[in-house]
């Protein structure tokens, strides 16, 4: 009888363990956001920051009992900030070598697809058939400095003078429709959904896809435990199979983007 009593105390702590919200949600979490990058953030001066990766998070720490807090970053300076614990959580994130060793990875949530913009007009741009052309033909490119956009574009900024930087999709295409660069790199539904809410009728997707990778939220590891991160990763995964990431897509991103790329 004692043993069962002993048991049965047992359990229900650990249930109330599990069901309780970790301890790092005694305060709300930080999370760092730099600027717009539609659709999956959506930024406003006046109204609250949302976009499909801000509310994918929400709906997570939701089912875990956590509270969220947004701090505004230059783009620059994240993961910087991150690193000395100045927030929790970062968004949009890539696996590299370098992240790992400062960082927790969540679970992929979705998948980047990373290819370029171009005027239409641009015949030696639009026959391209890899990046090395690009590269030849002496193009100016436009891409953010954070970004990661697969081994062969890291060397080539190593290599190549001929990269331009800007921190937000929208001034990248303003330079591409000027002439001041020849092609936008970006995942290409953030570059399907700006040239539409844009309106640059000039500027069209192409086809080569340059790099593809997994995408994470990752977490400060001096303010959140391994704990943490497998309740996160239960919670992302339920909330996953539930549809709400098609569902929040449908929500942003437009029917001919979704056509195209989706």
Same mark, same amino acid.
């Given at each position: 009888?004692?043993?069962?009593?002993?048991?049965?105390?047992?359990?229900?702590?650990?249930?109330?363990?599990?069901?309780?919200?970790?301890?790092?949600?005694?305060?709300?979490?930080?999370?760092?956001?730099?600027?717009?990058?539609?659709?999956?953030?959506?930024?406003?001066?006046?109204?609250?920051?949302?976009?499909?990766?801000?509310?994918?998070?929400?709906?997570?720490?939701?089912?875990?009992?956590?509270?969220?807090?947004?701090?505004?970053?230059?783009?620059?300076?994240?993961?910087?900030?991150?690193?000395?614990?100045?927030?929790?959580?970062?968004?949009?994130?890539?696996?590299?070598?370098?992240?790992?060793?400062?960082?927790?990875?969540?679970?992929?949530?979705?998948?980047?697809?990373?290819?370029?913009?171009?005027?239409?007009?641009?015949?030696?741009?639009?026959?391209?058939?890899?990046?090395?052309?690009?590269?030849?033909?002496?193009?100016?490119?436009?891409?953010?400095?954070?970004?990661?956009?697969?081994?062969?574009?890291?060397?080539?900024?190593?290599?190549?003078?001929?990269?331009?930087?800007?921190?937000?999709?929208?001034?990248?295409?303003?330079?591409?429709?000027?002439?001041?660069?020849?092609?936008?790199?970006?995942?290409?539904?953030?570059?399907?959904?700006? %040239?539409?809410?844009?309106?640059?009728?000039?500027?069209? %997707?192409?086809?080569?896809?340059?790099?593809?990778?997994? %995408?994470?939220? %990752?977490?400060?590891?001096?303010?959140?435990?391994?704990?943490?991160?497998?309740?996160?990763?239960?919670a992302l995964i339920k909330v996953l199979a539930n549809g709400e990431l098609e569902a929040?897509?449908?929500?942003?991103?437009?029917?001919?983007?979704?056509?195209?790329?989706?």
């Amino acid at each position: 009888m004692q043993k069962a009593l002993w048991l049965l105390v047992v359990c229900c702590q650990c249930y109330s363990a599990q069901t309780l919200p970790p301890e790092e949600c005694q305060t709300p979490l930080s999370l760092s956001i730099t600027n717009d990058w539609y659709p999956y953030v959506k930024f406003s001066k006046f109204d609250s920051t949302t976009g499909v990766d801000v509310e994918l998070l929400k709906k997570v720490l939701e089912k875990m009992d956590c509270e969220l807090t947004i701090i505004h970053f230059p783009e620059r300076r994240t993961l910087f900030e991150l690193t000395i614990g100045n927030f929790d959580i970062g968004l949009g994130a890539s696996k590299t070598p370098e992240r790992e060793r400062d960082f927790y990875f969540s679970k992929t949530y979705r998948l980047e697809r990373n290819r370029f913009a171009y005027r239409k007009n641009d015949h030696g741009v639009k026959q391209s058939k890899s990046f090395k052309s690009i590269i030849r033909q002496r193009k100016l490119i436009g891409v953010n400095l954070a970004g990661w956009y697969g081994d062969e574009l890291e060397r080539a900024k190593q290599a190549y003078n001929g990269f331009v930087f800007s921190e937000t999709t929208i001034k990248r295409l303003e330079m591409l429709v000027k002439n001041r660069v020849d092609i936008v790199i970006d995942d290409d539904i953030v570059l399907c959904s700006e %040239i539409s809410r844009q309106n640059h009728s000039q500027v069209v %997707i192409h086809p080569l896809l340059l790099s593809q990778a997994s %995408i994470h939220f %990752i977490f400060n590891k001096q303010s959140v435990s391994p704990n943490f991160m497998a309740r996160f990763d239960t919670a992302l995964i339920k909330v996953l199979a539930n549809g709400e990431l098609e569902a929040l897509f449908s929500h942003y991103v437009s029917p001919s983007c979704a056509e195209q790329l989706i």
